[in-house]
């Protein structure tokens, strides 16, 4: 034996003289518990075979690669570079331009749609609010030859913020100007701003502007805008309110610095009295166009609308029957009335009929004023009679009551949560006086009257009567 090689602190090479090698290979390989048990051994070995001085085996040690400090590493690798690829992919998907991409930053992308020509609906298609169409126009009227207003020094308007209880057609209105401006439409909704991470809510407000001013001239529409733009300064828990921030944004967006040329901000809400003021003043939102719920010529012009693609019974002319069922739908928005066409062929196709009639009409108002009737909610007789003096009593005093409103229908079938129920016709009015309030109040109570007079008892079938009219005399 030449030497002895230590390798790694684990194995030991025998390295033979040349020559005198006992085996085929050039080396013999043993393992080794630990270093100091080996070095013992081979003392004790050499001093029994009396080995001394020169002649002792000489014992070397040295490291060497084996792979398991790769296999170690592999982990760590792996990890980085799924962290480097993630960071490459969102960065490539904002950059590419291929909006929304997935990747670790691109959460502060606004989620906005930018639609061009896939909206069908157009003006025509929105009946009932005039005025309000009127001004829109003018919106759409500015973007498609701004040179006409800018020759006088007029200045384009920001942005219009359309307000009006829900179902007047808030959204339409807004629809319908995206299909007849052939200019770009966003539409993005108010909550969309709002998300779990902090600081998300500006940046999407800062990219959805951006994004406008790519496509401008171009109408951004903010749907349900009361989610961002509520009143500062009330709840934020935590001293930071991404909401308020959210907002500030916005405003400073709107009318800030960097002025937006030809975008125009149209919005939608039906709470503008939590909207915060500085978000409503000129230069803003410059105009607040309010929607209110159609008179007689709207409901009919709407009727006549969603009465265009319903199959109707041969012997119906459109104009008289719209205007017919506007008279009998006072107060409905025109969501109301779209339910109303569409209750009326569903009630047509539950009976068979090849085609609808009035009278599935006048079923589906009914159902949507009282609710689904109850056939099967069986009264005791004696119920039963109570029920129809109630009704009557309302009906006989309505009758001889000058300003009560006419009645059109009194029924003692059970709709929706009451026992009976009449159907009025009330005026389309915004005044009332006195005495009309009065006679209102004469003809609610007269149910309890007549139950009073035939029975000489009151049951608590007026429940509801009451209420009302404890309402009206309190407003009084």
């Given at each position: 034996?030449d030497?002895?090689?230590?390798?790694?602190?684990?194995?030991?090479?025998?390295?033979?003289?040349?020559?005198?090698?006992?085996?085929?290979?050039?080396?013999?390989?043993?393992?080794?518990?630990?270093?100091?048990?080996?070095e013992?051994?081979?003392?004790t070995?050499?001093?029994?075979?009396?080995?001394?001085?020169?002649?002792?085996?000489?014992?070397?040690?040295?490291?060497?690669?084996?792979g398991?400090?790769?296999?170690?590493?592999?982990?760590?690798?792996?990890?980085?570079?799924?962290?480097?690829?993630?960071?490459?992919?969102?960065?490539?998907?904002?950059?590419?331009?291929?909006?929304?991409?997935?990747?670790?930053?691109?959460?502060?992308?606004?989620t906005?749609?930018?639609?061009?020509?896939?909206?069908?609906?157009?003006?025509?298609?929105?009946a009932?609010?005039?005025?309000?169409?009127?001004?829109i126009?003018?919106?759409?009227?500015?973007?498609?030859?701004?040179?006409?207003y800018?020759?006088?020094?007029a200045?384009?308007?920001?942005?219009a913020?359309?307000?009006?209880?829900?179902?007047?057609g808030?959204?339409?209105l807004?629809?319908?100007?995206?299909?007849?401006?052939?200019?770009?439409f966003?539409?993005?909704?108010?909550?969309?701003f709002?998300?779990?991470?902090?600081?998300?809510?500006?940046?999407?407000?800062?990219?959805?502007f951006?994004?406008?001013?790519?496509?401008a001239?171009?109408i951004?529409?903010?749907?349900?805008?009361?989610?961002?733009?509520?009143?500062?300064?009330?709840?934020?828990?935590?001293?930071?309110?991404?909401?308020?921030?959210?907002l500030?944004?916005l405003?400073?967006?709107?009318?800030?610095?960097?002025?937006?040329?030809?975008?125009?901000?149209?919005?939608?809400?039906?709470?503008?009295?939590?909207?915060?003021?500085?978000l409503?003043?000129?230069?803003?939102?410059?105009?607040?166009?309010?929607?209110?719920?159609?008179?007689?010529?709207?409901?009919a012009?709407i009727?006549?609308?969603?009465l265009?693609?319903?199959?109707?019974?041969t012997?119906l002319?459109?104009?008289?029957?719209?205007?017919k069922?506007?008279?009998?739908?006072?107060?409905?928005?025109g969501?109301?009335?779209?339910n109303v066409?569409?209750?009326?062929?569903?009630?047509?196709?539950?009976?068979?009929?090849?085609?609808?009639n009035?009278?599935?009409?006048?079923?589906?108002?009914?159902?949507?004023?009282?609710?689904?009737?109850?056939?099967?909610?069986?009264?005791?007789p004696?119920?039963?009679?109570?029920?129809?003096?109630?009704?009557?009593?309302?009906?006989?005093?309505?009758?001889?009551?000058e300003?009560?409103?006419?009645?059109?229908?009194?029924?003692?079938?059970?709709?929706?949560?009451?026992?009976?129920?009449?159907?009025?016709?009330?005026?389309?009015?915004?005044?009332?006086?006195?005495?009309?309030?009065?006679d209102?109040?004469?003809?609610?109570?007269?149910?309890?009257?007549?139950?009073?007079?035939?029975?000489?008892?009151?049951?608590?079938?007026?429940?509801?009567?009451?209420?009302k009219?404890?309402?009206?005399?309190?407003?009084?």
């Open positions: 034996v030497k002895l090689e230590v390798v790694n602190k684990r194995f030991v090479r025998v390295v033979f003289i040349p020559g005198k090698s006992p085996v085929d290979g050039q080396f013999l390989w043993f393992n080794i518990g630990s270093v100091d048990t080996f013992r051994n081979l003392e070995a050499q001093q029994e075979m009396g080995i001394e001085g020169e002649k002792k085996l000489p014992v070397v040690y040295t490291a060497e690669s084996d398991s400090f790769l296999l170690n590493m592999l982990p760590t690798v792996l990890i980085i570079g799924f962290l480097l690829y993630s960071i490459r992919r969102g960065a490539a998907g904002l950059g590419r331009g291929g909006r929304g991409m997935g990747g670790l930053f691109s959460v502060g992308e606004t906005a749609k930018v639609l061009k020509d896939e909206i069908d609906v157009k003006f025509k298609d929105v009932g609010c005039e005025e309000a169409k009127l001004e126009m003018e919106f759409v009227n500015f973007l498609k030859n701004p040179k006409q800018q020759d006088l020094g200045k384009i308007p920001k942005g913020i359309l307000t009006g209880p829900p179902g007047t808030k959204t339409l807004a629809k319908a100007t995206a299909g007849e401006a052939n200019v770009p966003i539409t993005v909704n108010g909550s969309e709002l998300e779990m991470f902090v600081g998300v809510g500006p940046a999407r407000v800062r990219d959805l951006v994004l406008a001013r790519k496509n001239p171009c951004l529409f903010i749907d349900e805008i009361d989610a961002v733009g509520r009143k500062r300064g009330r709840s934020n828990f935590g001293g930071q309110s991404e909401q308020e921030n959210t500030n944004q405003l400073v967006e709107m009318d800030g610095f960097n002025t937006t040329t030809n975008v125009v901000v149209l919005a939608g809400t039906n709470r503008p009295d939590i909207l915060d003021p500085a409503l003043r000129p230069g803003r939102f410059d105009r607040q166009i309010f929607i209110g719920p159609p008179d007689i010529k709207g409901r012009s009727f006549k609308v969603h265009r693609p319903l199959k109707l019974d012997t002319n459109k104009d008289n029957l719209a205007r069922l506007a008279s009998l739908t006072p107060g409905f928005s969501a109301d009335i779209a066409c569409n209750e009326a062929a569903l009630i047509a196709a539950r009976h068979l009929a090849d085609a609808i009035q009278k599935h009409f006048e079923q589906a108002i009914e159902r949507v004023i009282g609710g689904l009737e109850k056939k099967t909610q069986v009264l005791q004696e119920e039963k009679k109570t029920v129809a003096y109630h009704e009557a009593g309302h009906a006989v005093a309505g009758w001889f009551l300003h009560a409103d006419p009645l059109l229908k009194v029924s003692i079938i059970p709709r929706g949560k009451g026992l009976g129920y009449a159907q009025y016709l009330p005026k389309e009015q915004y005044l009332y006086t006195k005495e009309q309030l009065l209102r109040m004469c003809m609610t109570l007269g149910g309890r009257v007549s139950e009073q007079i035939f029975f000489g008892r009151i049951t608590t079938g007026a429940q509801d009567d009451l209420k009219v404890t309402q009206s005399a309190y407003a009084q």
